[in-house]
């Protein structure tokens, strides 16, 4: 079992930063990749960004290439989102999830955290 807590989120400028955190714990041995997701209010959640453990691949959604960068501490078990130029339209609850490596499907998530971006 891997737990997983975000933290970092708040409310942010049009065109500022935040960076959030992700912290897992358990079984984070069997830890294939971690990614971001986000559901912003009457959407569906959608991917945002991932890092494969061992290789430190990075994937990322054409909607935040550029100005979203994620990045890991493989020694902290932990995952940054570092978030630059925010728009209104990156206002969701972030989630950051886990895939283990039986898998390599997302089955650990967090609780989210809310980031807010205004005018």
């Known amino acids: 079992q891997v737990q997983v807590e975000e933290s970092g989120g708040g409310l942010v400028q049009a065109g500022g930063s935040l960076r959030l955190s992700c912290v897992a714990s358990?079984?984070?041995?069997?830890?294939?990749?971690v990614g971001w997701f986000r559901q912003a209010p009457g959407k569906a959640r959608e991917f945002v960004a991932q890092i494969t453990w061992s290789t430190d691949r990075t994937y990322y959604a054409d909607s935040v290439k550029g100005r979203f960068a994620i990045s890991g501490d493989n020694a902290r078990n932990t995952v940054y989102l570092q978030m630059n130029s925010l728009k209104i339209e990156d206002t969701a609850v972030y989630y950051c999830?886990?895939?283990?490596?039986?898998?390599?499907?997302?089955?650990?998530w967090g609780q989210g955290t809310q980031v807010t971006v205004s005018s």
């Open positions: 999830a886990v895939a283990g490596v039986s898998n390599q499907q997302f089955d650990y």
């Open positions: 358990g079984r984070t041995f069997s830890t294939y990749a």
